[in-house]
């Protein structure tokens, strides 16, 4: 078993930024991709970017921009930086971790390739 634990999230105002940790633990030695993914209030979970855990390369969701950067601090802890954050940004972010290279195809992030979840990290944008 592969246990995610992510840190980081908090209520900012619009134009902030924040970085977003993710750790694994466990079983982590067959891992291929870990990923940050984000629920708004009443939507869907979506993709926002993955990470091969040998540091590259990265991938990104369809819409996200570039104020989001993915990036790996250690083999099996990665962060997600967030910047000009807006109130659409609103939601609980997750880390997940993937067993599978299907997890990324043809450069799309696939959810249901992620094997483990984190329980989430909150981040609010609101003046």
């Known amino acids: 078993q592969v246990q995610l634990v992510e840190s980081g999230g908090d209520s900012v105002a619009p134009g902030g930024w924040l970085r977003l940790s993710c750790v694994a633990s466990?079983?982590?030695?067959?891992?291929?991709?870990m990923a940050w993914f984000r629920q708004a209030p009443g939507k869907e979970r979506e993709a926002i970017a993955a990470?091969?855990?040998?540091?590259?390369?990265t991938f990104y969701g369809d819409n996200v921009e570039d104020r989001f950067t993915i990036f790996r601090i250690n083999t099996y802890t990665i962060s997600l930086e967030l910047t000009s954050l807006r109130p659409d940004d609103t939601g609980m972010y997750y880390c997940?971790?993937?067993?599978?290279?299907?997890?990324?195809?043809?450069?799309?992030?696939?959810?249901?390739?992620?094997?483990?979840w984190g329980p989430g990290t909150q981040v609010t944008v609101s003046s």
């Open positions: 997940a971790a993937s067993r599978s290279w299907s997890a990324v195809r043809q450069r799309v992030i696939k959810r249901a390739a992620f094997d483990y």
């Open positions: 466990g079983s982590t030695a067959d891992l291929i991709y």
């Open positions: 990470i091969h855990t040998g540091g590259n390369p």
